[in-house]
């Protein structure tokens, strides 16, 4: 009887096991969906290293590229991609009109963007732009940085003619003076300068928000252990960045195409100290957000800071970057 109690407990306890290890196995989808970006230096180290794959060997990972935030929350909110690689204002304005959507880790502090001009350029300063054609990408950091940038010297929107093309695009059009100026996104924007001698008119590292990883509500709830998985190996990427640099400008050269001093010169003001979503990411998006009220980019009511506040879940990354 005592054998036959022992057995049946023996038995109980393997299912409970197995329930536990069915329902972990079953928060990791059969396939996860990212997106990477040359914009984004990490997201290419995790691609290339295969990072996420030796993680999950049982998952299925496809990898979609992305030439903007724009682009990356796009993929995001219609399901092509369950993580995204964006600007961290891109985010905020994102999350502001309806999405919802999670930024769990904090990739760098980059400082991607400034407002650049052609080498000849008579236009020697922001008050120089009014009544001028910038290229934009609207909904990107590049973007809200012009906004923020000519709110300076107290010009808006309307006091120029705000051309929205995709980075690439933008670059061109400079180049061939389509455009008076354009609002450059690295390394596009390094290419600018190392290979045509363009000239950054303005730069403030504290108008570029922070790179960010952000994911869907649902997602997070459906499969908190894939986050973590993600998360674990994109501070993986971010550590192994900053030990190599070379090796980083080396990767990011050769999937980009570009000349290996733009990619030193991208990552040259690229701050890779960050991971984990603090009260000073929230306190730095909270201050550039007032512009997407004042711009009219936000549903009216908008609380923009709320919006900031509820963007940003720590927890992930806190339990993953403490081990």
Known sequence: MKKTLATTKLGLITISIS????????????????????????????????????????????????????????????????????????????????SP????????????????????SNIKSLKDLKGKKIAATKATDPFLFTL???????????????????????????????VDAWAGLDPLMASAQVQSGAKLLYRNVGFNSYSVLSIKENFAKQSPEAVDAVIKVYEQARKWAKANPDKLAELLAREAKLPIEVAKLQLSRTNL?????????????????????EEDLVRKGTNVNQVVTQLFDSKYAQKVVKK
Request: glycine share 6%.
């Open 148 to 178: 923020q940038a000519l709110d300076t010297v107290g010009l808006g929107k309307r006091d120029v003619e705000l051309v929205h093309l995709q980075h690439p695009d933008g670059k061109i059009a400079l180049e061939r003076k389509q």
């Open 273 to 293: 100290d960050q991971n984990i979503p603090t009260a000073k990411h929230i306190a730095a998006l909270q201050k550039a957000g007032s512009i997407l009220t």
């Open 19 to 98: 329930l536990v290890s069915g329902l972990t196995a079953a928060a990791i989808p059969s396939e996860l969906k990212l997106d990477y970006a040359y914009y984004a230096p990490t997201s290419l180290v995790v691609k290339e290293q295969k990072l996420l794959e030796k993680a999950l060997p049982k998952t299925k990972i496809k990898w979609v590229f992305s030439q903007g935030s724009n682009r990356s929350l796009e993929y995001l909110n219609s399901g092509s991609t369950d993580f995204a690689s964006t600007a961290g204002l891109a985010a905020v304005l994102s999350r502001a009109n309806g």
């Open 101 to 120: 959507i999670k930024t769990v880790y904090v990739q760098s502090q980059p400082e991607w963007t400034a407002l650049v001009v052609n080498k000849d």
